[in-house]
């Protein structure tokens, strides 16, 4: 397991120490269809969705502040079954996690896929990319190359990410509000949207979060903690590394390559940082995860991340901001980014769940190295009581088994599914 772990990790500092190139989109460019990835384009969705006889459709979506983001529609199930009409259909956006992309939502084929599962069953499904993953590597002023583009963790996701993905569905379908899935980052993302965005709260009619992480506070995935008690995550700042685990085709086709030849490899690694069931994940299936995933994030994300895991005031936890430090300036006298320049304080702010007034669903598992039970907890005892909708503790589950577990679709999913068709009609009915 170690040795898989350095590897793994030996290849993350190789593969973000290169700087990525892409010309900058000018905003008079942008279409609604997705961009041209450039060097990146190798594994796209349509070479997931289309052969299997779904409807797939790209379209870019520009956040306030500059950046392009791929969202993908399937608004409709396997045709010729289905038509491709969608007035009146409910609406469902789904939210990926850290290092990941839309297509964990497709990856596990028609049946045992929820993106898949949820179009034949008559919703609208849509699957945005956050910025800087494989499918959002655009902005109308910023290259990749530019450290500039890379300034961003997943407040600026929740700030800036969701709420224009959100606006841009509803806008399309006319839709007055949808339903939200996240898996883990996408709860993350979700959570703090939510808390601190009443207009955007309104937009979402239940919010089902699968394997959400808020409070890191025992977390016991050891490479994870490991990062964040030897403080990797400001080696890399110090180094001026920008840019973490990037999807490659030369670092895909070696996971892919490896995960073939050796999968024993591959479920070492995910079961260091994340854990797995290894009964409850195909193998075989494996270079194809590993062709989209890892999928790319900024260094300021993951530390961002870190920070959460060091976060431990008075053993109380805190679901808080980026903390950009109090110090105003550098070891030589020029100015950087500080909390009180950012936030009017030396204190970090931090999202208050309690102002939370959508349903909220939580799905965890009880094996799950990154949501430990006792975070859970906290985060259902922070949440205001009138506004969880249902609690479903899958004691066998693992942090990946909610997109890549081949049971999901029957211990998982049908719930889901219902709470989407419940929430949804209820908003119909009060319309």
Request: with cysteine; net charge negative.
């Amino acid at each position: 397991m170690n040795v898989a772990w350095l590897l793994l990790w030996a290849a993350a500092i190789s593969t973000s120490a290169i700087n990525a190139q892409a010309d900058v989109v000018p905003s008079s460019s942008i279409t609604g269809s997705a961009q041209d990835n450039g060097p990146f384009e190798f594994a796209t969705m349509a070479e997931l969705v289309l052969p299997e006889g779904y409807p797939l459709e790209e379209h870019t979506v520009e956040t306030k502040d500059g950046y392009l983001l791929s969202v993908y529609r399937m608004r409709a199930g396997r045709l010729p079954d289905h038509k491709l009409q969608h007035a009146d259909k409910p609406v469902v956006l789904l939210q990926h996690a850290l290092l990941d992309c839309s297509a964990s939502w497709v990856n596990n084929g028609p049946e045992a896929s929820l993106g898949y599962i949820l179009a034949d069953a008559g919703f609208d499904v849509w699957m945005p990319n956050v910025r800087g993953n494989t499918f959002s590597r655009k902005h109308t002023h910023w290259s990749p190359s530019d450290q500039e583009f890379w300034a961003f963790s997943w407040d600026e996701m929740a700030a800036y990410d969701l709420p224009a993905s959100i606006d841009f569905i509803l806008a399309a379908t006319g839709a007055a509000s949808l339903g939200y899935v996240g898996h883990s980052q996408g709860t993350t993302m979700g959570f703090a949207a939510l808390s601190s965005q009443p207009d955007l709260a309104q937009k979402v009619n239940v919010a089902i979060m699968l394997a959400p992480v808020t409070f890191l506070g025992h977390i016991t995935s050891q490479p994870v903690e490991a990062m964040a008690r030897m403080q990797t995550d400001r080696m890399f700042e110090k180094l001026g590394t920008k840019e973490f685990l990037p999807q490659r085709r030369a670092a895909s086709d070696l996971y892919g390559r490896m995960c073939s030849e050796t999968p024993t490899f591959c479920l070492q690694a995910i079961e260091a940082i994340c854990g797995y069931n290894d009964a409850n994940i195909n193998s075989t299936r494996l270079p194809l995860y590993l062709t989209y995933t890892p999928a790319g994030t900024s260094v300021q994300n993951m530390v961002h991340w870190a920070q959460g895991v060091r976060r431990k005031v008075d053993d109380t936890p805190k679901f808080a901001k980026y903390d950009y430090g109090k110090d105003c300036f550098d070891t030589f006298g020029s100015a950087r980014p500080c909390n009180q320049d950012m936030y009017g304080s030396e204190e970090v702010p931090v999202y208050n769940l309690k102002d939370i007034r959508t349903p909220v669903a939580i799905f965890s598992g009880g094996e799950d190295l990154l949501s430990d039970s006792r975070d859970i907890n906290a985060l259902t005892d922070a949440l205001p009581k009138d506004y969880i909708a249902q609690v479903l503790i899958e004691q066998s589950y693992e942090h990946l088994d909610f997109v890549w577990g081949m049971d999901a679709h029957i211990l998982i999913y049908p719930s889901v599914k219902r709470l989407l068709t419940q929430y949804s009609n209820q908003t119909v009915a009060q319309q």
